[in-house]
């Protein structure tokens, strides 16, 4: 069983930052890519930021430039550095994993999310 637990989130004022940070654990062989979701209310899951097994990165147009995705292979966390915050990114943020189980079967796991607010 895989397990993915986010923290971070909170009420920020707009310009503000905040870091989120996703911890995977469980019995797995590896992790292979791991990402950042959000979805606010009333509209779809969607992509944020990704990073590759070997820490490539990708991100969505309209965090280019504020958000930065890392992960720690040692301690099998993903984070998500945002900063410049603006209303626009309130949202539940999710973390998802890409797994490599013993079974050699590869199976993506989702968080259960983290509140990030951003209001004066």
């Known amino acids: 069983q895989v397990q993915l637990v986010e923290s971070g989130g909170k009420l920020v004022q707009p310009g503000g930052s905040v870091r989120l940070s996703c911890k995977v654990s469980?019995?797995?062989?590896?992790?292979?890519?791991m990402a950042w979701y959000r979805q606010a209310p009333g509209r779809q899951r969607e992509l944020v930021a990704e990073i590759s097994g070997d820490s490539r990165t990708d991100y969505a147009d309209f965090v280019k430039g504020r958000f930065t995705i890392s992960r720690d292979n040692d301690k099998d966390t993903v984070d998500l550095q945002m900063n410049s915050l603006e209303p626009e990114d309130t949202a539940v943020y999710y973390c998802?994993?890409?797994?490599?189980?013993?079974?050699?079967?590869?199976?993506?796991?989702w968080g259960q999310g983290t509140q990030v607010t951003v209001s004066s």
């Open positions: 469980g019995t797995f062989r590896r992790i292979g890519e």
């Open positions: 998802y994993a890409n797994v490599l189980t013993v079974y050699g079967q590869r199976p993506g796991f």
